[in-house]
């Protein structure tokens, strides 16, 4: 680890500087919490404005939140190129949330000015009559607000992470020991932040209007870059490298390219011999580089070891998709489920659709303190790690667990539809499915256990496992596996929609009560078990890195 630098410029003091006093402070009162509590707020409702206020199809809102997410965790490689290679993670961390606070100001103006908000439906005696479709200008000037917030997303994400994590020295026993309960702590705060969003301010969406909804993150993204901004000269800051780690890893990349293309071209009998790679190396590609075809030795060296370190995540990496498909339907179509079923507390309040989503956060925050304490020390008896399970093994139970979510989620949703037809609402979609919204929560629970295990797993090994100057590259990679889950989700169920029947009888059809989501809900468990079975393959072969002390 490079030696931290106070706000100064000095060398970074132990007591004064750093540890769980900075890393605390960017977790609950910076800008974590706040942005997880507004990006939460977006995108557990989303699909509910895009098929409300917007008029869009079930397929094609569920295709445009999970493109909507996906882009902006793909957009993480964006903010961890600007971190690494020039801003810095506080500078880059700064101007992401002055972005943020951007992209959430104009949301609000979209849901607010009579301009520029959707226009709204006609009624008669409490029934709507028709919708009039938003012009072209309102939906652009909306989707241009999301977009925003998503590149501001992209910035904020790997580095927040690893700037809270840069607060602990690796080189400290006790300091060391602390980063890995960081990781925990951290998803608490987040789970935190995002049960607010789901709790509260769905409610306010579906009760009090679009305009408050999207107001108060508005207002709580200020409040905390404030707070962030005034936490400056607590933390520690790693200098950024003066040579880009990009611009040296392109530079063994394409040496390497160009050995090959003269090896390839030349006829000499042992060509064939010099083109194989040496087996002791985990990425063939390197070892054509040559020495005088980068800046230095050094260099050499140093990016071989950063493009091999990179190379070896990428099999496990792949594998992790999946488990990002299934990640994206909480948001989506177990959304879109809940609003279909009995959703009454009591005679009057009515619990929104969404708000079933902090089942997960709320498992996860009650799950991560039991296996700190509890599962951890139980686990470390039989294997005699200090962290109890390897970092793959914890990513590993995850998947497995979300594999099970998705099999629950599949066999709920059949037992809806069956209540459905029984009660002859297979063509009645205005009326409510007389079975209970707290069907939907083992699943969401399982879920949550399963996000303890893998996704904090993930965090950790992604950000562990890269060079110390490639950190916020790490968090990106693994923000990147739920980007491009995202993406693949939203691709599967336009590509579905489309073979199936589209909005009227396919699996996605608007009236979900002829709908038959069960169907993709047991096609991701079967992609998921199977991805499953190859991660397995792989960690089982994998080396971890080694310290450096």
């Known amino acids: 680890m490079a030696a931290a630098v106070d706000y100064n410029g000095n060398p970074a003091s132990t007591s004064s500087t750093g540890g769980w006093t900075s890393a605390l402070f960017i977790i609950g009162k910076g800008v974590e919490m706040a942005e997880r509590f507004a990006y939460y707020g977006i995108t557990s409702n989303l699909i509910s404005y895009l098929t409300g206020p917007l008029g869009e199809s079930t397929a094609a809102g569920a295709a445009n939140e999970n493109t909507w997410s996906g882009a902006a965790s793909s957009l993480a490689l964006v903010g961890a190129f600007l971190a690494d290679s020039w801003l810095g993670r506080y500078r880059t961390v700064l101007y992401s949330s002055f972005l943020a606070f951007l992209g959430l100001g104009m949301l609000t103006l979209s849901a607010t000015l009579p301009s520029l908000k959707p226009p709204e439906c006609t009624k008669i005696d409490s029934e709507i009559v028709s919708c009039p479709s938003p012009s072209t200008f309102q939906v652009g000037f909306f989707f241009f607000s999301l977009y925003l917030i998503a590149l501001a997303h992209g910035g904020h994400k790997p580095c927040t992470q690893a700037f809270g994590a840069d607060q602990f020295d690796t080189r400290d026993p006790a300091e060391s020991a602390s980063r890995s309960s960081f990781f925990n702590y951290w998803y608490f705060g987040v789970c935190t932040g995002t049960i607010s969003a789901q709790l509260v301010l769905n409610y306010i969406q579906d009760n009090y209007g679009w305009a408050l909804g999207f107001g108060i993150p508005f207002v709580a993204v200020g ?187 599949a066999l709920v949703e059949m037992r809806r539809l069956k209540v459905a037809r029984d009660s002859g609402l297979v063509d009645r979609p205005d009326i409510t499915v007389p079975m209970s919204i707290w069907w939907l929560a083992p699943q969401n629970i399982l879920f949550g256990i399963s996000d303890a295990f893998a996704t904090v797993g993930l965090q950790e090994f992604f950000y562990d496992q890269v060079p110390d100057c490639l950190r916020s590259l790490g968090i990106a990679l693994y923000l990147c596996i739920f980007g491009i889950g995202r993406f693949f989700s939203g691709f599967l169920i336009s590509i579905i929609d489309r073979v199936t029947g589209g909005k009227e009888n396919g699996w996605f059809a608007n009236n979900l009560n002829k709908a038959h989501i069960d169907y993709f809900f047991w096609l991701l468990a079967g992609l998921g078990f199977a991805s499953f079975v190859v991660y397995l393959r792989f960690a089982k072969s994998y080396v971890y890195k080694r310290k450096v002390r």
């Open 223 to 409: 409040i905390a870059l404030v707070a962030f901004l005034a936490g400056r000269k607590t933390y520690r800051y790693l200098p950024v490298a003066t040579e880009s780690p990009f611009v040296r890893i392109g530079q063994v990349c394409g040496a390497s390219l160009k050995k090959r293309w003269r090896m390839h071209s030349t006829r000499f009998d042992d060509a064939k011999e010099t083109l194989l790679p040496d087996e002791s190396s985990q990425c063939g590609l390197l070892d054509h580089a040559e020495p005088h075809e980068i800046s230095s030795q050094s260099n050499i060296k140093m990016s071989e070891e950063e493009v091999t370190s990179l190379a070896r995540l990428f099999p496990l990496w792949s594998t992790c998709v999946v488990y990002a498909m299934v990640f994206a339907q909480p948001p989506t179509l177990f959304t879109k489920q809940g609003s279909t079923m009995e959703r009454h507390i009591g005679s009057g309040f009515q619990i929104p659709a969404a708000a079933l989503q902090s089942c997960i956060s709320i498992t996860t925050i009650a799950f991560l303190p039991i296996y700190d304490s509890f599962l951890v020390p139980f686990a470390r008896k039989f294997t005699g790690r200090p962290s109890g399970l390897t970092m793959l093994q914890r990513i590993g139970t995850g998947i497995l667990l979300s594999v099970l979510s998705t099999v629950l989620a």
